[in-house]
T-cell receptor, first 108, second 115 residues
C-alpha cells in the first residue's frame, strides 16, 4: 500500500541527546502507530494513538497524534545505545499504511 | 499480550524448491494477517492481506500463483513461495491483527536465501 512520509530518513546522535522524528500523511488517519525494528527482526509496537491530540508516553518515548489527524511525532529522551534501530510510523485511514522509516544511530 | 510467532527464521534452499512459512498468533485471535517483504535498508512492502476463511487480497505486482497464502484458522496463516528462484531471496515478515484497522503485531521474520 501507500507509504507515509517519514522524516528524517536517518539520524546520527550522541548518547544522551534527545531525538525527534515525525510522520505526515496527505489524508486523515484514525490511528497512528510507532514501531521499532532491530536488524534481522520484525517490528515491535512501541506506542499506539487513537485520538487527535492524544499524547502518550512509554518510558523515554513520547508520541503525539496531531490535531489535524494528518501527522504524528515520536520523541526519545536521553538516548542510549540500545535505541539504535529503524523506527517506523504507521496509520490507518481507509487501509493500513506504513512509513518509510527513520534509521537511528546512537554514538556512545 | 499480542505475540506472533513466525517459522522458520531462516531458510536456505536450492532454486526450484517450494518454501512454506508459518505465522501464528499465540495469544489472540487474528482476524486479519498480513505478509510483507523487506529489502535491505528499506521499509516493509505489503504483499497481501488475508482474512480468516477467505481468499487473500494481493497487492499490485505480487503474483498470487507464486506466493500462495492460506489463512485457515484465526491463529495460523501460511505463505508458500512456489518454485523459488534467487530473485525471491528476501526477508519476509508476517503480522497479525484483531481487525484490518487494528494495530498489527509482527513476527520476527524469515530470511529466505535461494541458491
Amino acid at each position: 500500500g501507500q507509504q507515509l512520509n517519514q522524516s528524517p530518513q536517518s539520524m546520527f546522535i550522541q548518547e544522551g541527546e534527545d531525538v525527534s522524528m515525525n510522520c505526515t500523511s496527505s489524508s486523515i488517519f484514525n490511528t497512528w502507530l510507532w514501531y521499532k525494528q532491530d536488524p534481522g527482526e520484525g517490528p515491535v509496537l512501541l506506542i499506539a494513538l487513537y485520538k487527535a491530540g492524544e499524547l502518550t508516553s512509554n518510558g523515554r518515548l513520547t508520541a503525539q497524534f496531531g490535531i489535524t489527524r494528518k501527522d504524528s511525532f515520536l520523541n526519545i529522551s536521553a538516548s542510549i545505545p540500545s535505541d539504535v534501530g529503524i523506527y517506523f510510523c504507521a496509520g490507518t485511514g481507509n487501509q493500513f499504511y506504513f512509513g518509510t522509516g527513520t534509521s537511528l544511530t546512537v554514538i556512545p | 499480550g499480542a505475540v506472533v510467532s513466525q517459522h522458520p527464521s531462516r531458510v536456505i534452499c536450492k532454486s526450484g524448491t517450494s518454501v512454506k512459512i508459518e505465522c501464528r498468533s499465540l495469544d489472540f485471535q487474528a482476524t486479519t494477517m498480513f505478509w510483507y517483504r523487506q529489502f535491505p535498508k528499506q521499509s516493509l512492502m505489503l504483499m497481501a492481506t488475508s482474512n480468516e476463511g477467505s481468499k487473500a487480497t494481493y497487492e499490485q505486482g505480487v503474483e498470487k500463483d507464486k506466493f500462495l497464502i492460506n489463512h485457515a484458522s484465526l491463529t495460523l496463516s501460511t505463505l508458500t513461495v512456489t518454485s523459488a528462484h534467487p530473485e525471491d531471496s528476501s526477508f519476509y515478515i508476517c503480522s497479525a491483527s484483531r481487525g484490518i484497522y487494528q494495530p498489527q503485531h509482527f513476527g520476527d521474520g524469515t530470511r529466505l536465501s535461494i541458491l
